[in-house]
């Protein structure tokens, strides 16, 4: 398996790790060997996580209920972690919206940019700097596919997380010859309660191939990030879509805004 190592002999911290893909990318590195420390802000489920996952793959897991969109979480979660050494880092914690930016409250605009721009640029620069003094490591961040998508409701969320796509690439070739290697995944949709999308419309996406599983998004990921790719899109048939979306004339893109439009919130 791509990445495996001797049981317990390296460690991976995975933000969001409570439900969703953030839970999958914690159980595939364990199959894989790691240790793991979980983040979340949901301190009950994130037990109720923590224990599973002890009890299922026998690795150590370290649990921090913390709410990462803060202007100093990731010097708060560094300042914690600083003395353990992290080989792997995924920065998978994220919020969705789906809102025009006039009806976003202002306080929702703020968590949404500091989650995925700033703790997460924070974090890179933190733990790769840490990586490198310890002889290298791994760093993931999940991106979109929504950033080929620059629809109306998404100006927020698919711009906050083209940033983290455009400064993943980058950031990889900064660090590379430090042996630090970074890896952006931009998935489309997901069957997730990430979207607010209903348990029967998640299955029915994964049945017509809409909408991938959580477990498939992070093999595909970490593999990725294990063989050095700066970027990926998780489903490979999605990406002969991505010509499509940036040519969508501006009369169908006013009709996806009315037909969208009841959906925002």
């Known amino acids: ?61 370290w649990a921090i209920d913390k709410d990462l969109a803060t202007l100093n979480a990731a010097e708060e979660l560094f300042e914690i972690l600083h003395q353990r050494r992290i080989d792997v880092l995924i920065n998978n914690a994220g919020i ?37 003094q310890e002889g290298g490591g791994h760093i993931l961040n999940m991106s979109s596919y929504s950033i080929w998508m620059p629809f109306p409701g998404l100006a927020l ?56 599983s959580p477990r498939f998004c992070a093999k595909r990921g970490l593999n990725a990030m294990f063989r050095h790719e700066k970027c990926i899109v998780p489903d490979w048939w999605w990406r002969l879509f991505i010509p499509l979306c940036l040519l969508i004339p501006g009369f169908v893109m006013k009709l996806i805004r009315k037909y969208t439009k009841k959906f925002q919130k």
């Not at 190592?5 to 060997?33: C, Q, W």
């Not at 793991?36 to 301190?43: F, G």
């Open 157 to 212: 969320y698919s711009a906050s997380k083209a940033y983290l796509k455009s400064f993943s690439v980058a950031f990889a070739k900064e660090v590379k010859e430090k042996k630090v290697y970074v890896t952006a995944v931009c998935p489309a949709g997901i069957a997730t309660d990430l979207y607010g999308l209903a348990k029967d419309w998640q299955k029915i996406g994964l049945k017509i191939g809409a909408l991938t």
């Open 1 to 61: 398996m791509c990445g495996k190592v001797t049981k317990g002999s390296a460690t991976a911290l995975v933000t969001g790790a409570s439900s969703g893909i953030g839970l999958e990318y914690a159980r595939n590195l364990a199959e894989r060997g790691y240790n793991l420390i979980i983040i979340s802000r949901d301190k009950e489920n994130l037990l109720n996580v923590r224990n599973c996952l002890i009890k299922e793959y026998g690795i150590e897991v």
């Open 96 to 132: 969705f919206s789906f809102c025009d930016i006039t009806d976003t409250p202002v306080k929702r605009i703020e968590q949404i940019i500091l989650l995925h721009d700033m703790t997460n640029t924070k974090l890179c620069r933190l733990f790769a700097q840490k990586m490198a």
